[in-house]
């Protein structure tokens, strides 16, 4: 794919993207954390659920500890794109399983 006359390193895209929104990786918070380089809140997180964590807003990441709105912004941000990933998952799922039927 090309992109403003440059091209697009397309494998590397998908390896990053696997690594930043793999199952595995937001099961670990703290890992995922650290590779959106916000590694230093994550003690703030210790001992929250990943789905509760998911369902936050700026005022409840406030409330946390984490006073700059550009880190908010950032993790809301994150949030909504693990959140899509998982909502387009269970879309292919269904229609897998509906096809296998």
């Known amino acids: 794919a090309m992109k403003f006359g440059l091209p697009i390193p397309r ?3 998908l390896r990053d993207w696997k690594q930043l ?3 595995e990786t ?4 703290p890992v995922y954390l650290d590779l959106i ?3 230093r809140i994550a003690p703030l997180f210790k001992n929250i659920k ?10 409840d990441l406030k409330s946390l500890g ?3 709105a550009k880190d908010r912004v950032k993790l809301i941000k ?3 794109r ?3 990933r998982i909502f387009f998952e269970n879309i292919i799922k269904r229609i897998e399983d509906q096809d296998s039927k």
């Open 11 to 13: 494998k590397k895209f």
């Open 21 to 23: 929104y793999g199952k």
């Open 26 to 29: 937001l099961e670990d918070f």
């Open 37 to 39: 380089r916000m590694k």
């Open 50 to 59: 990943f789905e509760d964590i998911l369902e936050m807003n700026s005022q």
């Open 66 to 68: 984490i006073e700059l």
């Open 78 to 80: 994150n949030f909504w």
């Open 82 to 84: 693990i959140k899509r």
